[in-house]
């Protein structure tokens, strides 16, 4: 059912002449997150909770950094995509 789905979202190019919209807001907010997970200074956090943990801070950064490589990925899909045809 996904790729039935995909395939017909691929083809469908009528919100495509606002790509350069969509990608405008999307690095808009990509810089929001990772001003908010490496300028911003950090809240003061209870003993115990979620934020206090290390691996709280791990997360986060993977996370942004997954989306970042993956919004990359898709933004540059016309560039190398031809390459595996």
């Given amino acids: ?9 691929g083809n469908l ?5 606002y790509n350069p919209y969509f990608f ?16 911003r200074r950090q809240p003061v956090c209870d003993d115990g909770s979620f934020c206090a943990r290390p691996a709280s801070s791990r997360i986060t950064k993977s996370a942004l950094w ?12 016309k560039w190398w995509a031809p390459l595996f045809y």
């Avoid at 190019?13 to 002449?17: C, G, K």
């Fill in 24 to 39: 405008a807001i999307t690095l808009v907010l990509l810089a929001g997150g990772f001003w908010h997970v490496y300028v």
């Fill in 13 to 17: 190019s009528a919100l495509e002449r």
């Fill in 1 to 9: 059912m996904l790729g039935v789905s995909g395939a017909w979202i």
């Fill in 66 to 77: 997954v989306g970042t490589v993956l919004i990359v990925l898709a933004m540059t899909l």
